[in-house]
């Protein structure tokens, strides 16, 4: 244990240091597109079990296993039509107790990834909702309502989906006639459930302790800030704003002060596990709010105990940016209670090495340098840190997948490449010099689900251990160093006086972690020789889209 003064008030917060999830580093397994042990292109649980080993090698702490359950995949997954249960297309709950049981024995823990905010049209639920009439027991569980206009002929507000188009569609009734609308924040085939509804809340206790019963260790919670609507499903203010973003805008729709008794019920469930055994179970929100300190909301001691920070991922490459957002979280997130939680990528996101760089179809060196000088950054910053598959390989974004391969519903919605995720999506690259490049271990027929490039060759996981220059060794060491280093998950950061476009800050027990922003080199705020950086670096020299770590050398004046 040991104490912070809350930012804002200047109170004693007692923090409990020795929790895993304060300063655990998470691996984002996107199950499909991590290895495939059946032939079919497609990634399954027992690839995700035949990578445990490696991922041991890596150091993460845990595993966030993307959906799996039974799904007509119209959204890769997170269109659930059983919550209780394994799509055939990545294996059975056998398969999965042998997942569980290889990470427990490694020390890896396992957080599920589940979707409240939405199921599949394919449910049972909504398939009654269909089958039943307009005001019905059936309906309530989701957002049905009459149009408006002539006949009902429009829809009932003007809010946009997320993936591009309207958020209602229409149904047709039981005597062929036109009938009521049904509201979907993402796709047609992901009707919204009706969280005001107290059996949708009682369905989702029984599905957290049917996985809390098989082991899991916690839930990445998709679209946390989501459930609940406005009750009189009002027109949006700013339509055209809804319609331009992915991002949750959409005031009516998003961060309605109901959602947090959710949490609430949640984390009760999840304290009631581990009074059982003292097995700490973590609940972590994938929260898309404007600021800090509404973020900070979600996380409060009685809530969830971690909410993705996105601000770090969407920072400009700059310094003072940086530095804003990272204070900002700091001081509202941190002084909660928890700790904040760090993340570069995911499956939703363009890849850093080709977010830094230029938007090219390898990314660029510069990207990759920039990339590599991020890691270091978050892995030095306190609190949690997700890092996204293939991340530790440096694997630039796919950026010129024909359209006749593309899946995104976002590109089938809006016949549009500009916002697609499939780029970061494409299946991992293990070993040899042509695809499949061991991901699948299928005939030479098999072929990824998505296609890789051919330049992956030089990004395969065999490569990459082979090299001790390897993005992949960067993160290893790191990881080594932060699990080594006490407090440098957890604990506090002071800032540095740095040249002009230098971040830098003291952790813990005298650690210096500094970035040069810039392309020039400047003198390195420590005089002696790094402990690790990111590229080449001579004592007390700090070359250009670099970071480096020091131990226990004086701080320059």
């Not at 993340?343 to 510069?366: A, C, I, K, M, P």
């Not at 020789?529 to 050398?553: E, F, K, N, R």
Request: hydrophobic fraction near 35%.
């Amino acid at each position: 244990m040991h104490n912070r003064r809350h930012a804002q008030t200047g109170q004693r917060v007692t923090l409990n240091t020795h929790r895993w999830w304060r300063d655990a580093v998470i691996y984002q397994v996107y199950v499909r597109s991590f290895l495939d042990s059946t032939g079919d292109g497609i990634g399954d649980l027992a690839g995700v079990r035949a990578g445990l080993p490696y991922l041991k090698k890596l150091g993460v702490d845990g595993i966030w296993l993307s959906p799996f359950y039974p799904s007509p995949q119209h959204d890769h997954g997170y269109d659930v039509a059983d919550y209780c249960d394994v799509d055939p297309l990545f294996g059975d709950l056998a398969e999965f107790d042998l997942l569980m049981t290889d990470a427990r024995r490694l020390g890896i823990r396992v957080l599920l990834d589940i979707v409240p905010n939405h199921c599949s049209s394919e449910h049972p639920w909504f398939r009654e909702a269909l089958d039943s009439a307009p005001g019905s027991t059936a309906r309530a569980r989701f957002h049905f309502a009459d149009g408006r206009g002539p006949d009902g002929a429009e829809p009932p507000n003007n809010w946009h989906a997320m993936f591009g188009g309207p958020a209602w569609s229409r149904v047709t009734e039981r005597d062929g006639t036109p009938g009521q609308w049904y509201l979907h924040m993402f796709t047609p085939e992901q009707p919204d459930l009706n969280w005001r509804n107290p059996e949708v809340g009682g369905h989702f206790d029984h599905v957290l302790r049917f996985w809390l019963d098989r082991g899991v260790d916690g839930f990445r919670i998709d679209v946390a800030a989501g459930l609940y609507k406005h009750p009189g499903l009002p027109d949006s203010p700013d339509p055209e704003a809804d319609a331009r973003t992915r991002d949750s805008v959409n005031p009516l729709a998003w961060n309605q002060p109901e959602v947090h008794g959710v949490w609430r019920d949640w984390r009760s469930v999840c304290e009631e596990y581990t009074a059982e055994d003292g097995r700490e179970r973590l609940l972590v929100g994938e929260v898309s709010v404007p600021t800090a300190r509404e973020h900070a909301r979600y996380v409060r001691h009685d809530e969830l105990h971690q909410a993705f920070f996105f601000d770090l991922l969407s920072a400009p490459w700059n310094a003072d940016a940086f530095r804003k957002v990272i204070s900002e979280a700091m001081q509202d997130i941190a002084g909660t209670g928890s700790t904040v939680t760090w993340v570069l990528n995911n499956h939703d996101q363009v890849r850093t090495v080709t977010r830094y760089g230029e938007l090219g179809t390898e990314g660029s060196g510069l990207g990759a340098a920039r990339a590599r000088a991020a890691a270091l950054l978050m892995l030095a910053l306190p609190g949690a840190a997700y890092i996204y598959q293939g991340e530790e390989l440096g694997l630039p974004e796919v950026v010129d997948l024909p359209d006749d391969v593309l899946t995104d519903p976002i590109f089938r919605r809006t016949g549009s490449r500009a916002r697609i995720r499939d780029g970061c999506r494409v299946p991992l690259p293990w070993s040899g010099h042509a695809s499949p490049f061991g991901f699948t271990s299928g005939a030479e027929s098999a072929k990824p689900w998505l296609p890789q490039p051919a330049y992956f060759a030089e990004y395969a996981t065999d490569r990459a251990l082979a090299d001790t220059r390897s993005f992949w060794h960067l993160y290893r060491d790191g990881l080594q160093l932060r699990s080594g280093l006490p407090q440098l998950g957890d604990g506090e950061l002071r800032w540095l006086d740095t040249q002009p476009g230098v971040l830098g800050f003291v952790r813990g027990d005298g650690l210096v972690c500094a970035v040069n922003f810039g392309s020039a080199p400047t003198p390195a705020p420590v005089s002696g020789t790094p402990l690790l950086s990111s590229g080449p670096c001579a004592p007390g020299v700090l070359p250009g889209s670099t970071a480096a770590w020091w131990v226990g050398d004086a701080v320059n004046p």
